[in-house]
């Protein structure tokens, strides 16, 4: 295990080196102003958080947030906690086979998997959503020196290039809506809007 594993092994560590990225590359501003830009979430929108947490606060309608981390699901019930929410330390696997949520929001997670792993996760996750997924994700195109370093230094071993982070989409028979690139200050990252419908096979 390294240094930076273990300093952010700790979720209190892990959330103030979010603050960072954010005062410097508005990494959450800009994710919100997106999803308000898609006018994803009404008064009685239920939201299904992977990797949950920074995005509870924007939503009105009742909110569930899973992690596989319990010492980060602590951490979210003691800073993000308020009524209609919800945090629990599981995977998207472990939810009941009949759940269902209007939208799904999964930020930063598909560079922690392997591909069958990635194809998996969105085949289930596209079976719990009623009308939308989300996912915002670094990818390996960077124009700049320092995208290149925040991406080779990422604690995520699968960073794609944008065409194969598409094509996990495509594979596991879900529709691509929109992809857009969303950059964080020297960093260029990708927001897709998917619909649950499974394109032809």
């Not at 700790?10 to 990225?21: C, T």
């Not at 979210?76 to 009941?96: I, K, P, S, T, V």
């Not at 320092?146 to 596991?172: I, K, S, T």
Request: contains cysteine; charged residues 25%; proline residues 3%.
């Amino acid at each position: 295990m390294t240094s930076l594993d273990f300093i952010l092994g700790s979720s209190r560590a892990w959330e103030m080196a979010r603050v960072g990225p954010d005062a410097l590359f508005a990494l959450y501003r800009k994710r919100i102003a997106m999803l308000r830009d898609w006018e994803l979430f009404g008064k009685e929108t239920s939201v299904l958080d992977i990797g949950c947490g920074q995005y509870a606060n924007i939503i009105r309608g009742a909110y569930l947030g899973i992690d596989n981390s319990a010492r980060y699901i602590a951490y979210a019930q003691a800073h993000h906690n308020g009524a209609n929410r919800a945090f629990r330390c599981m995977g998207a696997a472990e939810l009941d086979a009949g759940a269902k949520f209007d939208v799904v929001l999964m930020a930063d997670v598909l560079h922690h998997l392997e591909r069958t792993v990635c194809c998996k996760l969105i085949r289930r996750i596209a079976s719990l959503a009623l009308h939308r997924t989300v996912c915002f994700e670094p990818v390996t195109e960077q124009s700049t020196r320092l995208g290149r370093w925040f991406v080779h230094h990422d604690r995520g071993n699968h960073v794609r290039p944008l065409p194969e982070l598409h094509r996990l989409f495509m594979n596991a028979g879900i529709a691509l809506m929109e992809s857009r690139e969303l950059r964080l200050g020297p960093i260029a990252t990708r927001a897709i809007l998917a619909s649950p419908s499974r394109i032809a096979e």
